[in-house]
C-alpha cells in the first residue's frame, strides 16, 4: 500500500482532505498490456491509493510481471473464476474510502485518481462517479472518433426504470464509494462489472460524471465490448440489466418496474436475431430511440450516431450484423473501401 503525501497542487485542490483510495485490477492472460496498466496507476499525481492486482489464473507471464512489483502492490492469485470473482476478491480485500475499477488492458490518465478524489469531495451526495474514455487499439492508439463526452448525473433512477439505461461510464472509467458498493456486492457470475453496478448504485444515491477522458479503453479483439456481434449474448446481458434494475428496486421499496419491452437495444438486437419484422415494429423502434436520446440528454452527435446504427440495424438486419462486428465507423470504411475495413 502506498500512502505517500499528495503533490501541493493536489492538497490546495482537494482542500488538504487525502482520502485512500483502491484501485482494484483484474487480470487474466493480459500479460502484454499488464505492465503499462500497473504503472499507469503508479504514475497517478494522486497518490495515496492502494493497488490490488488480482489474477485471475492466468497461464501467460502475468504472475512474473505482477511479483516483479513486490510490495508496492497487494497481489491475489486465484484460480480461474471469472471476472466477477476476480473483482469480488479485489473489493473484499480493499480498505480505500473509494474504490476504483480497471481492467488489465486498459489504462489510466495520469490525474485521474486526483480528478476522482475532487469530484466526490466537492460532490458528497455522489455515491458512484463515472467517467469519459479514449478507445485505443492494441499498440495504444486512438481509433474511430471517441467516446460520449457527456455522461448523466444526479438521481438517474426514473431514466433505469423507464429506459433501462442513463448515459453511463464502463468498468474502467468507473469509481464508487465503498460504503455504498458494499450495499450491492457481492457480484455473481455472469453479471458484468459495469452493467450491474451502473444498474443497482443508482438506487442508493446520485451519480456523478466527469466529461473528460480519464482512461484509455483498448479494442484488440479479445475483449467483448470490442464490437461484439454474438446476438444471444447481447440479448442476455439487456435481459441481465432488467433484471439488476427490478430486483434493487424491489430491495429499496421502490413501487416501479422496467419493463423489458422499452429497451431499445434489446428489441433492435431481436429484430436481428429474426432476421427482421414488421415495418410498424422498425419505426417504433426508430422513433423510441429519439424519445431515449432526448430523455438522456444525449450530445446531439451521441443522438444521430445512435439513430443512424439503430435504423440500419432494424431495416436491414444484415447489414445491422456488420455494424455490430466492425463498429458504425468501420461498417462505412467497409462499404465505402470495396470491402476492406480500414481502421
Excluded at 52 to 71: A, F, L, P, Q, R
Aim: hydrophobic content about 35%.
Amino acid at each position: 500500500m502506498l500512502n505517500v503525501e499528495p503533490k501541493q497542487s493536489v492538497k490546495s485542490a482537494i482542500s488538504q482532505a487525502n482520502p485512500l483510495v483502491s484501485v482494484v485490477l483484474g487480470n487474466y492472460n493480459y500479460g502484454r498490456f499488464l505492465q503499462q496498466s500497473i504503472d499507469s496507476v503508479f504514475n497517478q499525481t494522486y497518490q495515496n491509493f492502494e493497488l490490488i492486482v488480482v489474477d485471475d489464473g492466468s497461464t501467460d507471464n502475468s504472475e512474473e510481471i505482477i511479483k516483479s512489483y513486490g510490495s508496492r502492490i497487494i497481489a491475489i492469485l486465484q484460480e480461474n473464476s471469472g471476472q466477477e470473482a476476480t473483482f469480488n476478491a479485489g473489493i473484499q480485500r480493499a480498505t480505500g474510502e473509494i474504490i476504483c475499477f480497471l481492467d488489465a488492458d486498459d489504462y489510466f490518465h495520469e490525474e485521474k485518481l486526483e480528478k476522482v478524489v475532487n469530484s466526490f469531495l466537492t460532490h458528497p451526495e455522489w455515491v458512484m462517479v463515472g467517467h469519459c474514455w479514449i478507445s485505443v487499439n492494441k499498440e495504444g492508439k486512438p481509433v474511430g472518433s471517441g467516446a460520449s463526452n457527456i455522461l448523466s448525473q444526479g438521481d438517474v433512477k426514473k431514466l433505469l426504470l423507464k429506459w433501462g439505461k442513463y448515459a453511463s461510464s464502463i468498468s474502467s472509467g468507473l469509481a464508487c464509494k465503498h460504503s455504498y458498493l458494499e450495499k450491492v456486492m457481492p457480484l455473481s457470475k455472469g453479471w458484468g462489472v459495469d452493467a450491474y453496478l451502473n444498474a443497482a448504485l443508482p438506487f442508493y444515491g446520485k451519480v456523478g460524471s466527469i466529461n473528460e477522458p480519464l482512461m484509455f479503453y483498448r479494442m484488440h479483439g479479445n475483449n467483448m465490448r470490442a464490437y461484439c456481434d454474438n446476438l444471444t449474448y447481447l440479448m442476455q446481458q439487456r435481459e441481465n440489466t432488467a433484471r439488476f434494475i427490478n430486483e434493487v428496486a424491489v430491495k429499496v421499496g421502490e413501487s416501479k418496474r422496467f419493463e423489458l419491452q422499452r429497451d431499445v437495444d434489446y428489441r433492435s438486437y431481436k429484430v436481428m436475431q429474426e432476421g427482421g419484422a414488421p415495418l410498424t415494429e422498425k419505426l417504433q423502434i426508430i422513433w423510441l430511440s429519439l424519445q431515449e436520446s432526448i430523455a438522456i440528454r444525449r450530445s446531439l452527435r451521441d443522438t444521430l450516431i445512435r439513430l443512424i446504427y439503430r435504423s440500419i440495424c432494424t431495416l436491414f438486419p444484415q447489414e445491422g450484423k456488420l455494424i455490430l462486428r466492425f463498429g458504425l465507423r468501420g461498417y462505412f470504411n467497409l462499404k465505402l473501401g470495396g470491402g476492406r475495413w480500414k481502421k
